[in-house]
């Protein structure tokens, strides 16, 4: 019986690519398909639906249903029973169609009479273009073999429509990637920017889905399989003192040496399928599943399957990353996610990043800010509508990336362009002039750095020096801890680049959404709450050591400014300070020239630490509120979850109050304050900061001068009272009232 059905499903394929190698227009070649699928497997209809966009499907073409519902039935998504296939994505088979759950009368079709309904998901790696049909008078349920056959012959159609042999008139029928697509994601880095796609990973394209061999299809693909597992193998020996990525590997390994992956692809071959194709196929599956897939192990398994298939697929078609395509001069790049040392190689030649993966916390996230490339990220089927080379418009205030947009668009979007450079231009003429307010207060303005590229912005953007530098990035973008030489030499240029202005280094601040690929991570529950920033470098000592001597010698008798992230209590920066003052003793004894100065301070991250001991204001060197962390703890909202993260605002009257209270407690003991995190650089939130008495805001460069704009036109005095007068009324957030007294203001 096996051997009977892979034989017909070969006849059918070969008769399908028979009727695929003419000149037929769209149209014609979809009702030649439906035609030769009906014939074959012994069924009175045969009906392809393709979507003619996200939500609805299109009849395009049938045999055995009347002709002029062709183009004229259309069902939304989850709409009967071949709505249901399309949502779920799987397979529909019942012998009772007009009593099943979810039939809809369609009366146009006169489907009515055929009781047995088979329906097929037509996709493609994941991207469902539609569903194949199959009906019949007779009250019965299509079998296994039929079921595997239809399947096999959708993966066929599921690749001739995504290579265009089905374009024609409508939208159903319309050239893929090729029509405007607007989608939507999270900002992660602000900015606009119009480019060219550039894909970090290169669609794959199958262009000989049917094969007339099969014995020469499964050598190819046992050859392939044989050179894969090859190297995954060579990449578990060179990890094999990396537990963690060893673990990984092992998992790759097995997958490699699956006899049921294997079995499934041969049979496909067998079934008429090219090796390519057999592998798209079973891939397709396993997105098909991932999706669906609650558990996250399974979908990391699944996610293991999709990259394997991804290699296997490379080898058989010869389509390394390398496809020979020249980057565009204004490239944007599209990827499912990308690792920061990987975008580091791209550097400044990016004007845009859209990923399908990501978080506003990740290592890309924080290097884009570094590098000020404006990223928007959980950006669906990005990769699946981009082509290389295709325009797109990156909207990273509105987190929306419009792809090939039409004329109209594409000119409102450079009109805001133009009005945002025009900006840019009257804050250059105000760079070397103080944050002075009408009122007299001058508010200090330092920028936030993590990378040397950073520096340069220094100058530009008119900051007073770099409030926050973050140097957790060196130990990121590297596979190995790097040497206290190596930091101290970047430490040093980094003074050097700062021409003299304060530079406030912060500790290596690891843990929660950043884990360093070299550390072995812990499985927490909740990580932001966990094993992380200063609480790992008391617990690794020799690490914090290594890089204080760093920062001591690359001093090299300048003044130097030292903060120690996320402690929660006065014994924490004891604790630390004690390691800084053992580096300096051995750098005494060693006879190394010591800084000038050493200025040692802390973040204020935990509310915990606002009610810290007099003692701890009295004896910190300084305090630096990190406005994105404690926010996050202050409202008990994941700043990582997008359904609760924007339910929280930074001028909510609570907030404020506890921000005043640290700013009091500050002023008492004479203690230096300043605000640092995304809030700082946002020119509303900044101004009320400033009312409620922060006179230091470090932010990231682009932000400065919004920011001094406002804040050279603002009263101080007026502002205050501003929120006083709200929080008096007892509403619960400021924003409302500023805008108001802004507007009034012009």
């Known amino acids: 019986m096996a051997e009977r059905v892979e034989t017909e499903s070969r006849k059918l394929l070969g008769r399908l690519r028979d009727a695929m190698a003419g000149d037929d227009p769209g149209q014609a070649r979809l009702d030649k398909i439906t035609h030769l699928i009906a ?32 183009h004229q039935t259309r069902m939304r998504l989850g709409e009967g029973l071949v709505g249901r296939v399309a949502r779920r994505r799987q397979v529909g088979n019942t012998a009772d169609a007009p009593n099943a759950r979810g039939f809809r009368f369609m009366p146009e079709t006169g489907e009515e009479v055929f009781s047995s309904f088979l329906g097929v998901p037509i996709q493609r790696l994941g991207d469902a273009l539609g569903v194949l049909v199959v009906q019949s008078k007779d009250a019965r349920e299509y079998s296994a073999d039929e079921i595997y056959a239809l399947e096999v012959v959708a993966m066929v159609l599921a690749e001739m429509t995504e290579l265009g042999a089905f374009v024609g008139e409508g939208s159903a029928m319309g050239k893929r990637h090729s029509q405007p697509a607007m989608l939507r994601g999270t900002i992660a880095q602000e900015g606009v920017a119009e480019g060219h796609i550039w894909l970090h990973e290169p669609r794959v394209v199958v262009t000989n889905p049917i094969a007339d061999d099969p014995h020469r299809e499964l050598e190819r693909l046992k050859a392939a399989v044989e050179e894969l597992r090859v190297g995954v193998d060579k990449m578990l020996a060179l990890a094999s003192a990396d537990k963690e990525q060893a673990e990984v590997l092992e998992a790759y390994r097995m997958f490699a040496n699956s006899k049921g992956w294997m079995r499934r692809m041969e049979e496909d071959i067998s079934n008429g399928l090219s090796a390519e194709a057999a592998v798209e196929k079973e891939q397709s599956l396993a997105r098909a599943r991932m999706g669906q897939a609650s558990d996250n192990y399974l979908r990391e398994r699944l996610s293991d399957l999709d990259d394997l298939s991804n290699r296997l697929l490379r080898i058989l078609t010869g389509q390394g990353k390398d496809t020979g395509a020249d980057m565009p001069p204004d490239p944007i790049l599209v990827a499912r996610n990308i690792g920061p040392a990987e975008l580091l190689d791209y550097g400044r030649a990016l004007k845009g990043i859209v990923l399908e993966a990501g978080s506003v916390g990740s290592h890309a996230a924080i290097v884009a800010r570094a590098l000020a490339i404006p990223l928007i990220v959980h950006v669906e089927r990005a990769t699946l509508e981009a082509l290389n080379g295709d325009h797109v418009l990156v909207d990273g205030e509105q987190g929306i990336v419009h792809l090939r947009p039409d004329e109209q668009v594409a000119s409102a979007f450079r009109d805001k362009m133009a009005m945002q450079a025009a900006a840019a231009e009257r804050y250059v003429s105000i760079r070397d002039k103080p944050a002075e307010t009408v009122c007299g207060e001058v508010i200090a303005l330092t920028m936030n750095a993590g990378l040397m590229a950073d520096l340069p912005s220094l100058e530009g953007s008119g900051a007073e020096g770099v409030g926050l530098f973050r140097t957790e990035l060196q130990f990121l973008i590297r596979n190995q801890m790097p040497k206290r030489s190596e930091l101290s030499a970047l430490y040093a240029r980094v003074l050097d680049a700062a021409g003299g202005k304060k530079v406030v280094f912060r ?36 690490v914090m050591l290594m890089q204080l001597q760093a920062l001591l010698r690359a001093a090299n008798g300048r003044p130097l400014s030292v903060m120690f992230p996320f402690v929660a209590q006065f014994e924490e920066y004891t604790r630390a300070h004690a390691l800084l003052d053992k580096a300096v003793e051995r750098e005494r004894a060693l006879g190394n020239v010591l800084p000038e100065t050493i200025e040692v301070g802390t973040m204020l991250e935990t509310p915990s630490l606002a009610f810290a001991p007099q003692k701890f204001f009295e004896t910190v060197g300084f305090v630096s509120i990190g406005g994105n962390d404690l926010k996050q703890f202050f409202f008990a909202a994941d700043r990582e979850n997008e359904r609760v993260r924007r339910r929280y605002d930074t001028l909510n009257v609570s907030f404020l109050s506890f921000i005043e209270r640290i700013v009091e407690r500050c002023a008492s003991t004479g203690t230096p304050l300043s605000f640092c995190g995304e809030d700082a650089g946002r020119p509303v939130e900044a101004l009320c900061l400033a009312a409620i ?15 001094k704009s406002l804040l050279r036109r603002s009263n101080l005095v007026e502002v205050r009272k501003v929120i006083a007068d709200a929080r008096h009324r007892g509403e619960m957030n400021v924003r409302p009232a500023i805008m108001e007294y802004l507007r009034q203001q012009g």
């Open 693 to 707: 008495g922060l006179r230091n805001l470090s932010m990231r460069p682009a932000s400065i001068g919004p920011v």
């Open 507 to 542: 500790t290596l601040d690891i843990g929660s959404d950043k884990v360093l690929p070299y550390m072995k991570p812990n499985d927490e529950p909740n990580p932001a709450l966990g094993w992380r920033a200063i609480r790992v470098g008391l617990d690794k000592p020799g």
């Open 39 to 70: 014939d074959s497997i012994g069924t009175e209809v045969c009906s392809i639906y393709l979507f003619r966009d996200e939500e609805t499907l299109e009849l395009c073409a049938t045999e055995g249903l009347n002709p002029e519902s062709v």
